[in-house]
């Protein structure tokens, strides 16, 4: 068995494939684009000698392995390109965005462990009792409900109908942005709190299961205090895995949230660059949001590991 | 005059939305909210204005969209303006202009004592410089508009001379466009690059921040020219994509102004809250497209056919909520020269059978309709056409390509039949009609390729002539040979739309699109 | 061995005891599963009949009756071209289910394989398999859906290959996590040891355990697919005019949210009551293919 110490750099040095796959996913993406993606860039303003000079510049003529690799050079350089629609470096542009996204999505992990964890335990407290099923069926309602319709019924509610949020937008100082941002990390909560709860009912009902609860048990503890010190810790810790496992549906959220509320984001932004065709946005943000998954992926799988000693390393190596 | 590039004028053309009747004042629905005495203006206070797209750059001689050019109307000004009604001009950095007998010479005074918002006095060097740099532009940016100018000359301190290559009746409307707007000489020294970052005017609005893709803001010029003006300490654009978001905070009072209100729920906008729905009238047309090159759309009868087939009242209804105008003529009414009775063609089930009947295709064809994605007004119209003609045999496949990609298969004619909308920029119709029906205008007659010798020979003509009374002549006589040929189905004139606080006085929208922002203010 | 799956030593008479050799209640007894079918059923049952049921054509217009409220000519009322919302709802369901069921079968079964591949066999292969997941994975998959299907054009085609491109991962992840723990429970060891191949091991002892798995994960992937036709709809790359569909209704009702906003909640309705049925089945199936992960 490995060492939890070598784990670490082990963890680390697999994601290094993940990032090369990463780039060619984002380097594809452009070049799947049919037609010349010149002539797209260059939209009303293509003229045959203007589609020309583009093709050239952006290297176009060339094999696409050496194309690849000119991008790759490029990238290692941190020169992603210019926004075509606001010819300043893209990499300005995300470092500008990249903080209120990561925010944004912070701030509804939280909101979601506030939401799901009493509502996951109530749940797993007395399985197959109505308030069970009442806990695991009406999260549902939010799931079937689109994110943007949930958001502007919360806008419509909360920040029009009682005037306690602002409807939309981003604020200047950290606690307007925790104040802009509630609602809209709400939605985002909401809309994952089922997927969530049910994971988590699950890992509890497990770790109620197990060899030391019934040990626990065996030992006269029962009730709250079984619940608060056994089965909540160690459902945690799952619960850990499955943040990091949801991340990219939380930041895929993003996307419409951000148009919904007005956020200045990675998301709104990718919106925009996707319907604008600006590529170089595209490439930048597709890339930074992958390589962030990948790295919280990273994360979450080291502070797991460290948290729970019964996690079997050589399996989680290769998770 | 070289109309290479003027195919990009319809993407920042696409303004918010527009009809109007010539000449009318704005109308407003309102529906709760008690109004503010206007009483005397008050200075001071932001002025705050949601919208739906971010701006893309500051450079007045290579910027095509309204988001933009909204904005730098405000810091850099023109020689002229166009008036209120949005048909003529007036002077504005000048005071007024000669014109030689041969009307290829104009000498422009120029106002004294206007200074950029860094201090240094406007002179005829900086009026020279402008105007010579959009005409440099011309390949990549509005310098086109400037084809006829052969030399700018700066005669005096104050006095400009323009030199025309012949006589060109658009001249000062083509001043009036921002393009033309005056910025310092050289650009201070500086690189066109650079200047644009933060630029400098004499407008009553001077450079603020830029966040891009949150807001853009401008502070007041206090030195500017007309004394006492701006009212506001400042302007705010925010970028707020969502419609209904947009709606929601004008309603609260978070935002003053909603720039792209829906149409379906422009008249709620104001029930229950202080919030003005207004609409001003526009030079908007919008209108379905045959390409010509594509079988059947070259046989007139086919176009005739189904231009009596659509139910423009219906698309008014359903889309503009009543807010708009049936289209008859190729001009709108808010278009010098606009002929209200142009004959048009409207639905009309008898002339519809008659043409289809006695064209290529009396049985009826299959074809696709192409329109731009994520534009509910133009989806709903489509299937309104698309169940129109319907019932005519004629089967229509509804075909949505994202914006660019639309614009790209309108301007390589890869489609059969698309919706398409234009709204002047200059108080003029040339830059219109040049656009719309000289195929060798580089448009290919707004890319249908249709070749009226007529049509083209009347264009030339009113194009340079300098007389009023025979220019109405050739434009009234255009208009009828288009609303017979049917190149487009004319839809509708839809007002610009706005939903205004009811704090905001002065807020005005020309024709053209323009909003100046130097006389608005806000009541406490 | 310790491992994050739970043996239970205090129960050994459960744990010994091979999967289908397990006593179990009648399928019809398992409340979850019979309460899911039923909304199932009823729904495709619903669009099945849709033709027959369905009181108007659900794209013919009539603008003089546009955005009515309930009434007893139009129950559910019209729409912005005065199309009749009950039957755009009923010929909807066609659409939706047909997506949502056909969109879920192929990244059920590549990721299912694959997923069995990685966990089961280990090594190289299971490497080589979860990164490639991991590279997927690391996109969302908006993001990656809504690109593609910019890139691919909107329609139905490009939906199930955006789709089917891009969710297989989810299984495939879901399935190898299963596999591994199913592999060091002692009726697998035993199975193993014993001499079994390994096809027969995967098939018949891992095989059904994990499978429930996939399978609920499956039954909310569909619900999240009618979520991606919505939300492609709300930025305009959903399914082709005038074909009735609930994201089209919902996204033809986002203009009027602020002022008719039932016109949204009609259809989403139909979208939730759809994935309450489908997560039902999926708990149900959980009770009966793997009882030990519920009371």
């Given at each position: 068995m490995l060492s939890r110490l070598k784990f670490v750099p082990m963890r680390l040095l697999q994601a290094v494939p993940v990032a090369f796959g990463v780039t060619l996913v984002v380097f594809f993406m452009v070049h799947l684009i049919p037609g010349n993606p010149a002539e797209s860039i260059l939209g009303a303003q293509a003229t045959p000698a203007k589609v020309a000079a583009l093709t050239d510049q952006m290297g176009l003529n060339q094999p696409v392995v050496q194309q690849y690799w000119h991008f790759l050079s490029n990238l290692a350089h941190g020169n992603l390109g210019e926004s075509y629609t606001y010819?300043?470096?893209?990499?300005?542009?995300?470092?500008?965005?990249?903080?209120?996204?990561?925010?944004?999505?912070?701030?509804?992990?939280?909101?979601?462990?506030?939401?799901?964890?009493?509502?996951?335990?109530?749940?797993?407290?007395?399985?197959?009792?109505?308030?069970?099923?009442?806990?695991?069926?009406?999260?549902?309602?939010?799931?079937?409900?689109?994110?943007?319709?949930?958001?502007?019924?919360?806008?419509?509610?909360?920040?029009?109908?009682?005037?306690?949020?602002?409807?939309?937008?981003?604020?200047?100082?950290?606690?307007?942005?925790?104040?802009?941002?509630?609602?809209?990390?709400?939605?985002?909560?909401?809309?994952?709190?089922?997927?969530?709860?049910?994971?988590?009912r699950a890992s509890m009902l497990n770790v109620l299961e197990s060899?030391?609860?019934?040990?626990?048990?065996?030992?006269?503890?029962?009730?709250?205090?079984?619940?608060?010190?056994h089965v909540l810790r160690n459902a945690i810790i799952p619960a850990v895995s499955i943040v990091g496992v949801n991340l990219g549906y939380l930041v895929g959220g993003t996307l419409v949230i951000e148009k919904v509320f007005a956020i200045p984001g990675l998301g709104s932004m990718l919106i925009e660059s996707i319907f604008a065709r600006d590529f170089p946005s595209v490439q930048a943000v597709a890339l930074f949001v992958a390589v962030f998954v990948v790295l919280v992926g990273v994360l979450t799988d080291v502070v797991y590991t460290l948290l729970d000693p019964r996690v079997d390393l050589t399996q989680r190596m290769n998770a | 005059m070289n109309r290479k590039l003027v195919s990009m004028v319809t993407v920042g053309a696409l303004a918010v939305s527009g009809a109007a009747l010539s000449g009318c004042a704005s109308s407003s629905t309102k529906s709760g909210g008690a109004s503010k005495s206007a009483g005397a203006p008050v200075h001071g206070g932001n002025l705050t204005i949601a919208r739906a797209q971010d701006a893309k750059s500051m450079n007045n001689i290579l910027t095509f969209d309204?988001?933009?050019?909204?904005?730098?109307e405000q810091i850099m000004e023109p020689l002229f303006t166009v008036t209120a009604d949005g048909k003529a001009t007036k002077p504005l950095l000048a005071t007024g202009y000669k014109v030689s007998a041969d009307k290829k010479t104009y000498t422009i005074n120029l106002r004294k004592g206007v200074k950029f918002s860094t201090g240094k006095e406007m002179t005829s060097a900086d009026v020279k410089f402008s105007i010579d740099q959009d005409t440099k532009h011309a390949s990549t940016g509005w310098g086109f508009i400037n084809s006829a100018i052969q030399q700018?000359?700066?005669?005096?301190?104050?006095?400009?001379v323009i030199k025309l290559k012949h006589a060109w009746a658009p001249l000062i409307a083509d001043l009036a466009l921002f393009s033309n707007a005056i910025v310092p000489n050289n650009y201070d020294g500086k690189t066109m690059a650079e200047f644009y970052q933060a630029p400098v005017g004499t407008g009553p609005f001077k450079w603020g921040q830029w966040k891009r893709g949150e807001y853009l803001k401008l502070v007041a010029n206090t030195g500017y020219w007309q004394k006492g003006k701006p009212y506001l300490d400042s302007v705010t654009w925010n970028v707020v994509p969502d419609s209904n978001t947009r709606k929601l905070q004008v309603q609260g009072g978070q935002a003053d102004i909603d720039e792209y209100p829906d149409w379906s729920t422009f008249k709620s906008l104001g029930t229950g809250s202080n919030?003005?729905?207004?609409?001003?009238?526009?030079?908007?047309?919008?209108?379905?497209?045959?390409?010509?090159?594509?079988?059947?759309?070259?046989?007139?009868?086919?176009?005739?056919?189904i231009s009596a087939m659509i139910d423009r009242s219906a698309i008014n209804k359903a889309v503009l909520f009543g807010n708009g105008t049936p289209a008859n003529s190729l001009l709108m009414p808010g278009v010098p020269f606009y002929q209200k009775s142009t004959p048009g063609i409207m639905k009309n089930d008898a002339l519809a059978k008659k043409e289809l009947a006695a064209s290529s295709v009396p049985k009826g064809f299959s074809t696709t309709l192409l329109i731009p994605s994520g534009d509910a007004s133009k989806l709903s119209t489509a299937q309104i056409i698309q169940n129109d003609l319907q019932q005519y045999n004629i089967k229509v496949t509804i075909k949505q390509l994202d914006p660019t990609a639309n614009h790209n298969a309108q301007q390589n004619m890869q489609y059969d039949m698309g919706l398409s909308a234009w709204t002047m920029d200059i108080p003029d119709p040339d830059e219109w009609t040049s656009f719309a029906i000289d195929p060798d205008g580089g448009a290919k007659s707004a890319y249908t390729n249709y070749r009226s010798a007529e049509a083209i020979k009347l264009n030339r003509q009113a194009q340079q002539s300098v007389d009023h009374s025979t220019r109405a002549e050739l434009y009234n006589q255009?208009?009828?040979?288009?609303?017979?040929?049917?190149?487009?189905?004319f839809l509708y004139y839809a007002p610009y739309a706005y939903g205004v606080s009811d704090k905001v006085q002065n807020f005005n929208v020309t024709p053209l699109g323009n909003y100046p922002l130097t006389d608005v203010w806000k009541s406490k | 061995m310790t491992t994050f799956s739970l043996t239970h030593r205090f129960r050994p008479s459960r744990r010994e005891a091979r999967p289908a050799a397990r006593r179990l209640r009648p399928w019809y007894q398992n409340r979850s599963l019979v309460a899911g079918l039923?909304?199932?059923?009823?729904?495709?049952?619903?669009?099945?009949?849709?033709?027959?049921?369905?009181?108007?054509?659900?794209?013919?217009?009539?603008?003089?009756?546009?955005?009515?409220?309930?009434?007893?000519?139009?129950?559910?009322?019209?729409?912005?071209?005065?199309?009749d919302v009950l039957s755009r709802l009923l010929y909807g369901a066609r659409v939706d289910l047909r997506i949502g069921f056909l969109a879920v079968i192929i990244p059920f079964v590549v990721g299912t394989i694959l997923g069995a591949i990685a966990g089961y066999f280990g090594g190289w292969l299971d490497i080589i398999i979860?990164?490639?997941?991991?590279?997927?994975?690391?996109?969302?998959?908006?993001?990656?859906?809504?690109?593609?299907?910019?890139?691919?054009g909107p329609g139905e085609s490009s939906i199930y290959l955006a789709i089917a491109l891009v969710s297989w991962v989810s299984y495939c992840k879901i399935v190898r996590g299963e596999v591994i723990v199913a592999r060091q429970q002692e009726y697998v060891q035993a199975a193993r040891l014993g001499g079994l191949n390994n096809a027969r091991v995967l098939g018949r002892h891992i095989g059904p355990n994990v499978i429930s798995q996939a399978i609920t994960y499956a039954m909310s992937d569909i619900v999240m697919d009618i979520m991606v036709i919505v939300t492609l709809g709300y930025l305009g790359l959903g399914i082709t005019p005038p074909t009735a569909e609930w994201g089209s209704m919902i996204a033809d009702a986002q203009e009027f949210i602020t002022t008719l906003w039932w016109m949204a909640v009609v259809p989403g309705v139909a979208v939730v009551i759809t994935g309450l049925g489908l997560s039902l089945i999926g708990d149900g199936l959980t009770d009966l293919l793997s009882p030990e992960r519920r009371k």
């Open positions: 010819q300043v470096p893209v990499l300005t542009l995300v470092w500008q965005r990249a903080p209120v996204t990561l925010l944004l999505v912070a701030y509804s992990v939280v909101l979601m462990l506030i939401i799901s964890i009493p509502l996951s335990m109530l749940a797993a407290s007395r399985p197959g009792h109505v308030r069970d099923h009442a806990v695991r069926v009406i999260p549902l309602v939010g799931l079937g409900m689109p994110q943007f319709w949930v958001g502007v019924m919360l806008l419509l509610v909360f920040a029009v109908g009682t005037g306690w949020f602002p409807v939309g937008g981003y604020g200047d100082t950290m606690m307007d942005h925790l104040w802009y941002l509630f609602l809209p990390a709400l939605t985002l909560a909401i809309s994952i709190s089922p997927v969530i709860i049910r994971s988590l060899d030391y609860v019934a040990t626990a048990r065996s030992k006269g503890a029962g009730g709250r205090s079984l619940f608060a010190g | 309204n988001s933009s050019i909204f904005i730098f700018v000359q700066a005669a005096g301190k104050y006095t400009v919030v003005i729905a207004k609409t001003f009238p526009s030079t908007e047309l919008d209108y379905l497209a045959f390409n010509e090159k594509k079988k059947p759309f070259q046989d007139v009868h086919v176009r005739r056919a255009l208009q009828d040979v288009v609303a017979h040929d049917a190149p487009f189905a | 039923v909304i199932v059923c009823i729904m495709v049952l619903l669009a099945v009949l849709a033709p027959v049921l369905a009181p108007y054509n659900p794209i013919k217009q009539n603008l003089n009756e546009a955005l009515q409220g309930p009434s007893g000519a139009h129950w559910l009322g019209t729409d912005k071209l005065g199309r979860m990164r490639i997941v991991d590279v997927f994975y690391a996109f969302p998959l908006f993001l990656l859906v809504i690109a593609l299907v910019f890139v691919l």
